[in-house]
Nanobody
Framework: QVQLVESGGGLVQAGGSLRLSCAAS????????MDWYRQAPGKEREFVAG???????NYADSVKGRFTISRDNAKNLMYLQMNNLQPEDTAIYYC??????WGQGTQVTVSS
């Protein structure tokens, strides 16, 4: 079992930045693929970014060049640095581990 807790969400103006964190517990996540997803009101949950065990990353087209995913395996942490935030980035952001475990989410609100 893996427990995930996201933090770092909040309210920011357009053009601003936030850094989300995802803390994993229960067992080491070193060998797991980790992802960020988001869900805006009235919309489906969508993939944002992922990082595999080797550090290889991939991003949704909508966030490429603005968001950066990273991980610290020694601390069982994953991050999402979000720059140049736009109102359309407003959503609840979730981390996922091993394709199966989800956190409770953290709200990101971007005002125009």
């Amino acid at each position: 079992q893996v427990q995930l807790v996201e933090s770092g969400g909040g309210l920011v103006q357009a053009g601003g930045s936030l850094r989300l964190s995802c803390a994993a517990s229960g067992r080491a996540i070193r060998w797991e693929t980790m992802d960020w997803y988001r869900q805006a009101p009235g919309k489906e949950r969508e993939f944002v970014a992922g990082v595999d065990w080797s550090g290889r990353t991939n991003y949704a087209d909508s966030v490429k060049g603005r968001f950066t995913i990273s991980r610290d395996n020694a601390k069982n942490l994953m991050y999402l640095q979000m720059n140049n935030l736009q109102p359309e980035d407003t959503a609840i952001y979730y981390c996922r581990a091993a394709g199966s475990y989800w956190g409770q989410g953290t709200q990101v609100t971007v005002s125009s």
